[in-house]
């Protein structure tokens, strides 16, 4: 084999294994708040928002905090550095990533499942 495509190949190689741990790191892993605490990772956790519990906006920090109940059952104040996201009210379930700090989960990001507008019950029938 050619030294040049010996070279191309080693960086190939290194590249692919780069993407993929970086990936691998970038994912997390689904997990509770007891789990996510134990294991000190990066993770996502699914539950749902509290919503007897305050719900706060602090704009000289730009951090947002809520309390959130994972499908344990577990419940954890959640800290997340950036304004409320859309449609927080009409969330059905919530998947939130970061970790647990202490007693608070710190949130990196925040995915919203918001209730489908395109269930059976309204779908309009077709032929009538």
Same mark, same amino acid.
């Given at each position: 084999?050619? +030294? ?14 780069v ?11 689904y997990?509770?708040f007891? %789990?996510?605490e134990t294991?000190?990772?990066?993770? /996502? ?8 519990? +305050?719900?706060?906006? %602090? ?7 809520? /309390? ?14 950036? #304004? ?5 009210? %009409?969330a ?6 970061? /970790?647990? %700090? ?12 918001? +209730? ?7 779908? #309009?029938?077709v032929?009538t």
């Amino acid at each position: 084999m050619k +030294p040049r495509a010996i070279i191309g190949l080693v960086l190939l190689v290194g590249f692919t294994v780069v993407l993929f741990s970086t990936f691998a790191n970038q994912v997390g892993e689904y997990q509770n708040f007891s %789990d996510a605490e134990t294991s000190g990772k990066r993770v /996502h956790v699914v539950g749902e928002w509290i919503r007897e519990q +305050p719900v706060a906006y %602090d704009p000289a920090s730009n951090t947002f905090t809520f /309390h959130m109940r994972d499908e344990n059952g577990t419940a954890r104040r959640v800290e997340y550095g950036n #304004p409320k996201p859309a449609n927080f009210e %009409d969330a059905e379930r919530l998947v939130i990533e970061g /970790h647990v %700090d202490g007693e608070i989960f710190v949130a990196e990001n925040i995915l919203v499942k918001c +209730p489908s507008k395109y269930n059976e019950t309204s779908a #309009p029938s077709v032929g009538t």
